[in-house]
């Protein structure tokens, strides 16, 4: 071996991989290009927390959308069967004292108690709730004033009388009650 080769497992210094020696090279560095990753992992960490509390959020409002459709699938056909209770309780009303004791009536008389205690207890159980009206305070949200009657006994806006009864179900109003409510005298 002569002195003008060099060994092939000589270490090659930087700089003689460059065009001009002692001048830095021109692509960023290895600092440059991990904050540039930090910035990029930050972004799409972000992004990903974003992504998962809009998923959170769209499948707990689902979720509240299946339960009140579970909760308040049967308001129209309570509704309806609201007309259906009037009708009975009517009816069991307009039935005179004398006949209610009469042998030939008190049996059909009873069935029609028995039914309307079956139809409240099926209201029970579907969450469906009379409105208390007589003796309170008007209340907008659950009473629809149908007259005003003139009192000197209650206090002006406390329902006097109950026309019709209101219905809840559950934490939703069915059917306002329809009420007369006081007024001070002229």
């Known amino acids: 071996m002569n002195d003008d080769t060099k060994p092939q497992d000589a270490p090659v210094a930087a700089e003689d991989l460059n065009d001009t020696p002692g001048e830095k090279a021109a692509t960023p560095t290895s600092e440059d290009q991990l904050a540039k990753l ?36 049967a308001t129209a056909f309570a509704r309806d ?18 006949l209610r004791e009469d042998d030939k009536f008190r049996n059909l008389v009873a069935g029609i108690e028995a039914t309307g205690r079956e139809i409240d ?9 009379r409105i208390a009206s007589v003796g309170l305070p008007l209340d907008p949200n659950q009473h629809q004033a149908m007259l005003e009657v003139p009192s000197n006994d209650a206090e002006p ?20 009650a329809m009420v007369a409510v006081s007024k001070k005298p002229d």
């Open 38 to 73: 930090h910035e990029e992992i930050e972004a799409a960490r972000q992004d990903v927390l974003y992504a998962k509390a809009e998923t959170q959020n769209v499948r707990r409002r689902l979720e509240k959308d299946i339960a009140d459709s579970r909760a308040y699938a």
């Open 81 to 98: 069967i609201l007309s259906v209770a009037d009708n009975l309780a009517r009816a069991l009303e307009s039935i005179p004292a004398e």
């Open 121 to 129: 207890k099926v209201f029970a159980s579907h969450g469906i709730s």
């Open 157 to 176: 806006g406390t329902v006097l009388q109950e026309l019709q009864a209101g219905y809840m179900i559950k934490e939703r109003l069915l059917r306002p």
